[in-house]
């Protein structure tokens, strides 16, 4: 699948709920909504991030006071949807929480986020992709783990890294990544400096 320019990934973000498999749109209104009140912080002092495909960026918050912001980053070459399935490639929108770091990983530094989410889960009963015994099992797991399960339909291994192995001109031009969000390696460790295990992510 070839990499998408930022605004040809545009685009396809805004059409994704005319894709064949996409959810009904009662399902992606939820999304809507969950995003819509994400975007706002917990509370004055909370520190949370920002990643806003349309504009290929990425930013760090303190409350309502923007701290860093990395622009242009790179998204999923496969688009940005409410309803991710595994290999398409794409950038799951939602609210998410930093689960995991990893500072040995072939793209630098990955930053390890709780994908797929309830809502995501709750998403795929509704739109056919999960049975309702896939979804009971993505609970069970979930209860027993402390985290989604990585091997569902909906794929896993989302987060933020840098580029790595990967091609700086690639990155600097085209939306490469196979779902994650991809920063340069000096800003993946800056943002893993400032951030922590259970850091707010919300990609919309």
């Known amino acids: 699948m070839p990499v998408l320019s930022r605004r040809r990934f545009g685009l396809l973000a805004l059409s ?3 894709w064949p498999w996409a959810p009904a749109q009662a399902d992606t209104t939820l999304m809507t909504d969950l995003l819509a009140n994400a ?3 917990r509370h004055p002092g909370e520190l949370w991030v ?3 495909d349309r504009e290929a960026s990425l930013s760090l918050y303190r409350g309502e006071a923007r701290l860093e912001h990395y622009a242009p980053i790179s998204l999923g070459r496969g688009g940005a949807k409410p309803q991710r399935v595994r290999g398409d490639r794409a950038t799951p929108l939602g609210e998410f929480r930093v689960n995991r770091f990893n500072r040995q990983s072939k ?3 990955f930053v390890g ?3 797929p989410t309830p809502t995501h889960a709750r998403l795929a009963l509704a739109s056919g992709l999960y049975s309702q015994q896939d979804y009971d099992d993505y609970f069970s797991y979930y209860r027993r783990h402390g985290a989604p399960p990585q091997d569902t339909v909906l794929g896993g291994d989302i987060g933020i890294h840098g580029v790595g192995v990967g091609d700086p001109e690639i990155h600097r031009r085209f939306h490469w990544t196979d779902g994650c969000v991809a920063v340069t390696d000096a800003q993946v460790e800056r943002l893993s400096s400032m951030i922590d295990i259970g850091t707010r992510v919300v990609i919309r």
Do not use: N, W
Request: charged share 15%; net charge negative.
């Open 16 to 18: 994704a709920s005319l």
């Open 39 to 41: 975007t706002s912080p």
């Open 107 to 109: 793209f630098h530094i």
């Open 113 to 115: 986020l709780d994908y």
């Open 50 to 52: 920002l990643v806003d």
